[in-house]
């Protein structure tokens, strides 16, 4: 866990009084809508189709198990009960009143819980890799890159009014689990030749109306550097990106235009103003950060115990779980444990109060009080003894988060849609209720293999569907909802944008389609192991086409 | 951002004025009486551009009481009384089609 300072306490107990003032000044009419809207925005409040709702930022995805209790808390005594989880490692509730809302922030303010960064046209966010710090794949642990790039843009007068929105990902593991190549900055810590470790930076991809895959514009860039180089980045796109056109002002669309060697160019001349200043850093500095981060005071065990060998071979429901949501730990004898919020018939992402509650509880005794949020919508216990994985399931079968779909055909990302959200032109959540429904043979899904399905409910894709293996948008045609479906997109090392299908179907025909996808595939893979995303890079979609609009 | 005031309304069928409550984002509609209700059965419905125009006007010069008013289409139904003229507005009106997870009892 990463433990705040007396600084970053400050401010967000500052920012919830400065909050306070300001919707108690809307609410006497003293601020026009117009003058509100920008400060309420500052603080993850949007205005939404059925009341507003807030958007909490949950940094490099980690959380401790008081933090989730107090997000219970809040979805208990200023919303619905419940709570959603973002593609982007927040949280959002649905139903809070603006009334409420001061004091809602002033509860998760005294858990370091706030909304900053969490919208507005700022560097939002900073996500990562949900194992940071306990994947075997990983050189280092990336949160301390976060948490440095977090605390130097907060509030940072020169990027808190951009062209746009800016999202950084930063990830330190072989497989990319955090999306780094959809994002404005990714950054990927590796080791270069002479084994020292540093970041490639890649720059402009995003996904929206115009999808890009980002592109490199440095391979290797010390770690002193990190800064003032992701610094010298906002300072071009700040300078030359458009902000007459809201559709081409994000960086991607920049970095098209100018190229990406013109854009490094740009980069470089402007860095070499600053690298050497106060921005590049100190190894102290970083220590100091990477202190803040505490590590559980693990046991010495060893992999595979007997309890865990037996009860494998004797429970064929446990034996299913295990294979699917449990992955290996860079310590021995331990293991990361994924908490499915994909139930069958859920909305993705989705967790009531009281699941939150009993998952802090089971944190607190099987994971060092411990909870990561993955950019998937689903939860993890990174700090899981192998010995206890037993006990855990057990208990977590009984709250409702063990289905074993991690990875598989029904662990749909979906954003909430035009049941939800003020931009949708149609709704994502009960596309993926249907599918999960269609999906529900366990058996199936895991012959099918790894297989992603992401839904959009407009063009902005929060659900991410330009990079899902099957990606869903839907689109508004003559007040009927329309979805267009694409094949090939995948979000990890090897990003790729899907290629459409054909037509849009109709609602009502999505699932089927996918079915039909999906029976294609069975029969058109070479063999059990190639996966999906596979099949469809070595065919392309035309055979998928072929099947699917000759029985539509 | 352009003031819906100063987008020229293309009105083809029955409109109503709706907005979200300042208070707590409800969807609200304006009434024939130039107050807000939660119910559109209470919505002043008009079909001229002119009508429109002057409903939104009033409706947007409240800023204390509702949020980003705007004109949408309306159905009459058989009982004489307006329905929500599409999808998104049905939604507004009816909630989420879906029930989220904690009416589904997880």
């Known amino acids: ?552 | 951002m352009t003031s819906p005031l100063q987008q020229k309304l293309k009105i083809t069928g029955p409109v109503i004025v709706t907005a979200n409550r300042l208070g707590d984002g409800a969807v609200i509609y304006r009434t024939r009486d130039g107050n807000w209700s939660t119910r559109l059965d209470e919505a002043a419905v008009v079909s001229t551009a002119p009508a429109a125009t002057e409903l939104l006007a009033a409706a947007v010069a409240d800023d204390i009481s509702a949020v980003g008013a705007y004109v949408a289409p309306v159905r009459i139904g058989a009982d004489g009384r307006p329905e929500p003229g599409n999808l998104r507005e049905s939604i507004r009106y009816a909630g989420p089609t879906v029930a989220p997870a904690i009416a589904i009892g997880f």
């Open chain 1, 1 to 552: 866990m990463y433990v705040y300072d007396e600084l970053d306490r400050t401010l967000v107990i500052e920012r919830v009084a400065e909050f306070r003032d300001q919707v108690g000044r809307r609410r006497s009419g003293e601020l026009t809508e117009e003058e509100f809207k920008p400060l309420r925005l500052m603080n993850g409040v949007y205005l939404q189709l059925h009341a507003y709702m807030l958007r909490i930022a949950i940094p490099y995805g980690t959380l401790s198990s008081r933090q989730l209790r107090m997000l219970a808390h809040v979805g208990r005594r200023y919303d619905r009960n419940y709570g959603h989880f973002t593609t982007r490692q927040n949280i959002q509730f649905n139903w809070i009143k603006l009334e409420s809302l001061p004091d809602a922030m002033a509860d998760l303010a005294s858990a370091g819980l706030h909304g900053m960064q969490t919208s507005g046209n700022c560097v939002r966010n900073i996500t990562t890799d949900q194992w940071s710090g306990v994947a075997p794949d990983e050189i280092e642990d990336p949160r301390i890159w976060a948490e440095l790039l977090r605390q130097h843009t907060t509030l940072h007068p020169e990027f808190s009014f951009l062209p746009r929105k800016f999202k950084i990902a930063v990830t330190a593991a072989t497989h990319d689990r955090a999306a780094i190549k959809v994002h404005d900055i990714g950054l990927r810590l590796h080791r270069n030749g002479a084994g020292e470790t540093g970041f490639e930076v890649l720059v402009g991809g995003g996904l929206g109306r115009t999808p890009f895959i980002a592109k490199s514009i440095r391979p290797f860039l010390p770690k002193r550097d990190v800064l003032s180089y992701v610094e010298a980045v906002l300072r071009v796109y700040n300078q030359f990106a458009r902000r007459d056109n809201i559709y081409k002002a994000r960086i991607k669309i920049l970095v098209h235009d100018l190229g990406a060697e013109a854009f490094a160019r740009e980069v470089e001349t402007e860095w070499q103003h600053i690298k050497d200043g106060p921005l590049a850093l100190d190894p102290a500095v970083v220590a100091e950060i990477a202190a803040r981060f505490r590590y559980p005071d693990y046991a010495r065990l060893g992999d595979n115990p007997p309890e865990l060998i037996a009860l494998r071979k004797a429970d064929r429901r446990f034996d299913s779980w295990y294979g699917n949501a449990v992955a290996k730990h860079k310590m021995l004898g331990y293991a990361i444990v994924t908490l499915s919020l994909k139930p069958e018939g859920g909305p993705p992402g989705d967790a009531t109060s009281d699941q939150m509650d009993a998952i802090a509880d089971l944190a607190d005794r099987y994971s060092f009080g411990e909870i990561r949020v993955g950019h998937e919508q689903n939860l993890v216990f990174p700090h899981v003894a192998q010995r206890d994985l037993g006990e855990l399931w057990r208990a977590l079968d009984t709250v409702g988060v063990a289905t074993p779909n991690i990875g598989l055909v029904s662990d749909i990302i979906a954003c909430p849609g035009l049941d939800y959200c003020s931009l949708a032109n149609a709704r994502a959540i009960p596309v993926a209720q249907e599918l999960t429904r269609r999906f529900r043979d366990l058996d199936l899904a895991r012959d099918l293999g790894r297989l992603h399905i992401n839904i959009s409910g407009c063009i902005n894709a929060c659900g991410h569907h330009h990079v899902g293996h099957i990606g869903i948008l839907g689109v508004e045609k003559n007040g009927e909802e329309f979805y267009q479906i694409t094949l090939g997109g995948r979000a990890d090392e090897r990003a790729e944008l899907g290629a459409l299908l054909g037509p849009a179907v109709p609602y009502g025909k999505v699932a089927d389609v996918v079915e039909e996808v999906v029976a294609a595939y069975l029969e058109l893979r070479e063999r059990r192991s190639e996966t999906f995303v596979e099949t469809v890079k070595r065919l392309g979609v035309e055979p998928f086409k072929e099947r699917v609009y000759a029985t539509h």
